[in-house]
């Protein structure tokens, strides 16, 4: 074993480490249980290269200790996997949609289930993490941590994992770890602190601890040396995105608890052209960068071939920002007649006819868009550059496509009032909107939205495991104001509930969505059972 400093890493000698044997997915085939360790041939100058290294990438839970699932994996750290697994061995577990996991109840407002699962270890969900991590195995575990959400959960996850073998090195990354590396690293779990876009930096650094080599030359990490914590230079970003791997989903650990409908996401572009108060997609990729449309449809491509996948969902944080590079996907996606519907998240301001048409004619079935305020000073405040205006003509030419629109809002951003919330309610009822989404302002750290409440003396709190989007607001407001937040919050809920039943009804027989669905799952009965009973159960739910 090799000591850096405050850094161990050791190697697992035999034959548990010819299991990781790198980037010979189509040489070698390995089976875990069985000890099968090689099939096939491999040649010798091959034998040179492998670099016997066992890493686990972990998402921690978020969405199941509010009390349900995520219907899609987190790209992100899949990126990640897959860059790593070209020279090492590497698999990626996303703790919020393994079917297998337990113990949950269907709760809106989570606090209570969250607390309870949050800070007991013997509930399933950790005792179901620590039976992966003793089956894997790894050297490295890399935990994702992209918003302060998920911060107490990856520190369970790093308590576990050390407690279990404390030869494991433990590296986090994401928005959260990004923005506040310190906080995170004052954790002695916590080994190195991955900052900013890590496909290149995760692997030269685990080469780095693996080589015996100085790490403090890898651009773009943190990590304790002493008492004292030590940022290296930031990394310069890629600058072409079509170069980066697509996210390899047979890397997901226990995929066959997964279905192959969550497979079907993917990100066409990094950062934002807008800068929102409340956002940090900017802080984390500072600029916009956008795949082209060829190499996004032949991602789309490999995901029907390799797993029938027949809807695609686009996680941009404004998919439309560049219309021209969207049109020409549309009219590449039609003139390879594929047949699959496609969902997405832009501002209503991005969109015009004659892409909306098109877009619809490719497959786009449904649209959400954040609105976020019906009041003109909230949205200036909110830095959010939307005129209320012009979103009345461009919601019309989306209804007459046809298609399914969902608005996202935002009540309790400071300088809220009774007035303002009145004035967002409105909007919401004259939208005449599919469907309605509400959050609570959450000033997550590394936003301009936390300064400011930090500057202020605004923060409830800086408990970050309650940081989750619900209720209730973690920014203080009067008396009167909070319990109008509440109550408009509540009639939101009941407003939405009446309207979604009936546009999810008018979704769900139409004819395209319906055949798409079944088709998807023609395989799986039991998903289709569950996808009709779900569906008839939040219909006629109270």
Known sequence: MATRGDHKFGLRAGTENIRGIVGFAEAVKIDMNKKQLLKGNIKKDNLKQREYVRCLIVNPPFFKLLGYGSKFFALGPLYITTALNKRFYARFYDMDIDEKIIGYKSNFFGIKIKKDTLFNLKHPIWKNFAQNLKKFKPDFLGINIHSSSQFQSALNIAKIAKKMDSKITILAGGFHATVMDSNVLQNPEFDFVVRGEGEKTVVELISCLVNNKKVSEVAGISFRKGTQIKRTASRTLIKILDSIPYPDRMLILNKKNVPSSYLGAIMTSRGCSHSCNFCGVNRMWKKIRYRSPENILSEIEKLVRLYKIKEITFLDDSFTVDKNRILKLCKLIIKKKLDIIWTCLTRIDLLDAKL???????????????????????????????????????????????????????????????????????????LNLDSVVVFFATPFPGTQLYSFCKKNNLLEHEKFYEYNFNFPSVIKFNVKVKQKMNSTFLKIIKYNKKIESKNLLRLFFSQNYLRIRIQENLFYPRRVFNYFFSFFQHLFSK
């Open 356 to 430: 909306i048409h098109l877009m619809k004619k490719s497959g786009c079935y449904f649209l959400s868009i954040g609105f976020e305020s019906g009041s003109n000073k909230i949205l200036t405040l909110m830095n959010k550059r939307l005129d209320l205006k012009r979103i009345t003509v461009a919601l019309d030419t989306i209804k007459k496509e046809g298609l399914f629109v969902r608005g996202f809002f935002i009540l309790g951003y400071p300088g809220e009032s009774v007035f303002s919330l009145n004035k967002t309610y409105t909007l919401i009822r004259n």
